[in-house]
């Protein structure tokens, strides 16, 4: 990418071909089912809020990092979005049904294609990990989930009662 | 300048053609045994992304998609490219909120079971034999949070860095696809779809999106509820899961290190 782009238009590009391969998935799950959530004029808005909220969240990030405390200092982008996307959804019910026109599974597969391309030159770095950590890793995934949904149900119970 | 645009340019071919191949490809439901998995269009994205990444069929076209600008894109980019996910959890969590709010006390209790790590991956580390190593790689599940506390208090030299940069490296590869197989065995073991949902907010972006959306899968009518509590649960996790990992995790991580390494030497 350019240097001297401004580094709000790259983020602002980034987003915009982030939300384009959402359409385009959608379009293809149309495709292969017409069962599945439908491209409407809702999507299209939906996909132009997310892709707002994910703006206002990067600067609201960007004007923390001013915080003199570091857990603000250290909260991610990610939570950011989420919660300035939290506030704006309870102040109108208009972005929720935005938002929802958008497929949600349309949402995850660009990601992870992402992901798998950004590991492609770290797979040689399997060869420094022991196949002991990769069992130990098994139990550690397992141990979190189960810890956590264990917990989840044994309160779930209790509070229904 | 130019060349590095064609660079995008088959960067952004080849991503719409992997879409288009992994949503053709659809949900495929494996039944093992007693449980189903089903496999996501997700799950379809990152191993043939990563099979066509292996060094042998860097060839031609492919050469170009995984030139070194793009993968550096790729990985510089990735968390730019999910910021519309998070901002679709906020649509998902808001008109739950106060369904949220009224078994808050659950959602904050869960977070200990993040302590599952230490529980679960201490005694298998040390019966394999491991001892530094143990430490970096069951603090937590080996994300951005652990590294940067390990890295802090032993370097990322030490055996125990290289415990959690291993198990980084694990995660990045494999953790999304992990989730996506043990979040439905756990459905068929008889958890509650909420209590599953509530534990897919692990702290990491894509796991909890394999997590979440594999429960989606299989129970689409519950789609609402999954993703506010799943994402609901994430956000916790970012905002005090460093606090259980130095406060909780830590301390427990030591008590359990020493006493099963009591009959070392």
């Known amino acids: 990418m350019t240097d001297g782009m401004n580094k709000y238009v790259k983020y602002g590009l980034v987003l915009l071909l982030s939300v384009s391969l959402i359409l385009f998935t959608q379009e293809i799950k149309l495709l292969k089912n017409p069962e599945s959530t439908p491209v409407t004029g809702m999507t299209i808005l939906g996909l132009g809020v997310l892709w707002l909220f994910s703006m206002i969240g990067i600067l609201i990030s960007e004007l923390m990092q001013r915080s003199s405390l570091k857990i603000v200092r250290d909260f991610p982008i990610l939570g950011w979005v989420s919660i300035t996307s939290l506030v704006m959804c309870l102040l109108s019910n208009t972005f929720v049904e935005a938002i929802q026109a958008v497929d949600f599974l349309s949402i995850t597969t660009p990601i992870l294609t992402f992901a798998g391309i950004s590991v492609a030159n770290r797979l040689v770095d399997l060869r420094k990990t022991s196949w002991k950590i990769a069992i130990v890793a098994v139990f550690v995934f397992m141990g979190t989930y189960l810890g956590s949904a264990l917990i989840a149900e044994l309160g779930l119970f209790l509070a229904s009662k | ?265």
Request: glycine share 10%.
């Open chain 2, 1 to 265: 300048m130019k060349k590095k645009t064609n660079y995008m340019v088959y960067l952004i071919v080849f991503v719409l053609v992997i879409i288009a191949i992994a949503e053709w490809i659809g949900i495929q439901s494996i039944p093992i045994g007693p449980f189903t998995i089903g496999l996501l269009p997700l799950v379809f994205a990152v191993i043939i992304t990563m099979i066509l990444g292996f060094n042998i069929f860097r060839k031609g076209i492919l050469k170009k998609v995984y030139s070194k600008q793009n993968v550096d894109f790729a990985s510089k980019y990735l968390i730019f490219i999910m910021l519309p996910l998070m901002a679709r959890y906020g649509a998902d969590v808001a008109p739950k909120l106060y369904e949220i709010v009224q078994v808050g006390w659950v959602f904050i209790i869960q977070e200990i079971g993040n302590l599952g790590t230490v529980l679960f991956g201490l005694p298998i580390a040390i019966m394999l034999g491991l001892r530094g190593e143990a430490i970096g790689a069951t603090l937590g599940i080996g994300r951005e949070g652990e590294l940067a506390y390990i890295s802090e208090k032993y370097t990322l030299e030490s055996k125990e860095g290289r415990g959690v940069l291993s198990l980084y490296i694990i995660g990045t590869l494999f953790g999304a696809i992990f989730f996506s197989i043990f979040a439905p065995i756990l459905l068929d073991v008889g958890f509650s779809v909420e209590a599953l949902a509530m534990a897919s907010g692990v702290g990491s972006g894509s796991m909890m999106t394999a997590a979440s959306s594999t429960l989606v899968a299989r129970m689409p009518e519950m789609e609402s509820t999954i993703l506010a509590y799943a994402s609901a649960s994430q956000l916790l996790t970012s905002f005090i899961g460093t606090f259980t990992m130095v406060f909780l995790a830590a301390p427990l991580q030591q008590f359990m290190y020493k006493l099963l390494t009591r009959g070392d030497k």
